[in-house]
């Protein structure tokens, strides 16, 4: 019988640096939102490549930052836990710019971990001095067994790192079936697209006080797929916001929601949403629960 060689693999690093990005790429499927705003991902997705007789599984981390409510220490708890079960690590940073102080923050974090840290400089396209600026990443981590600069949106690049992490795994059995791509319900993986959407519309009035919940998700006899979510805000002025002046702005996040889940499930979709108040959700332990963030 062949030998299998199995892995997890955490990719971590500030807000914004392009970890969702990376992990659709590694994949060659979107199983996470990606949006230009920070704090985008709030849950470790897993993301699962199997190549022949090896099977990493990618965990994507919320952005390491300063907790500042219930939400923000659920994220906290899944980088933490993400970091203790790994058997490699991938710190993405970006190579645009010097280190912050998050990105100092994470490098003393990671000299912590017991698994293997690879130092990975992303959107080597954009930087003007990426050498320079990897350089100073590899200061802040001296122990990391491994550097390298890329583009997350670079099919070569992504060959290269995909490659080089099948390399790396350790021998062991499955953890998944090969045909599985994500670990996520299909119920979660809509709702985090029509996040991505919400997100995308509301740009920068209250996209961070925005989660989604789908409620109902439908095979319908005309082959249709009918899916009916809850996009819960904090204050009733923010419903407003988000339903829009005659209902445009919910219906913008309709259509771009739809145009992504039609892509990706191959067949026409109906979106419907509503738009509820929950007080507060991101520090009520119930809501939070509900929304799968606890």
Request: charged share 20%; with cysteine; proline share 6%.
């Amino acid at each position: 019988m062949e030998e299998t060689y199995c892995g997890l693999v955490a990719i971590v690093g500030r807000p914004n640096v392009g970890k969702s990005t990376l992990l659709n790429g590694l994949l060659g499927v979107k199983v996470a939102p990606v949006t230009p705003l920070p704090g985008t991902s709030r849950r470790g997705v897993r993301g699962i490549l199997t190549d022949g007789s090896r099977q990493v599984v990618f965990v994507d981390t919320p952005g390491l930052a300063l907790p500042q409510n219930s939400l923000g220490r659920f994220m906290s708890r899944e980088i933490r836990d993400a970091l203790a079960e790994v058997d490699l690590v991938l710190w993405l940073t970006d190579l645009r710019h010097p280190p912050t102080v998050q990105d100092r923050l994470a490098a003393e974090a990671l000299t912590k971990v017991s698994a293997a840290v690879w130092l990975v400089g992303n959107k080597l396209d954009a930087a003007q001095y990426p050498e320079e600026a990897l350089a100073a990443y590899q200061a802040l981590l001296p122990g990391a067994a491994q550097w390298l600069s890329l583009s997350a949106q670079n099919d070569r690049h992504l060959a290269g790192l995909r490659a080089q992490v099948l390399a790396a795994l350790p021998p062991g059995p499955f953890l998944y079936p090969p045909d599985m791509k994500s670990d996520q319900t299909r119920e979660q993986w809509a709702a985090e697209l029509i996040r991505e959407a919400a997100m995308l519309e509301l740009r920068q009035e209250l996209p961070y006080s925005v989660a989604v919940l789908v409620t109902d998700w439908q095979e319908r006899p005309n082959g249709m797929l009918f899916i009916a979510a809850t996009l819960v805000v904090e204050k009733k002025n923010h419903q407003g916001i988000v339903i829009g002046k005659g209902g445009a702005m919910i219906r913008a996040i309709g259509a771009r929601a739809r145009e992504q889940l039609e892509l990706f499930q191959g067949q026409k979709v109906y979106v419907q949403l509503e738009v509820v108040v929950r007080e507060g959700w991101r520090d009520d332990p119930q809501v939070l629960q509900e929304l799968g963030y606890q």
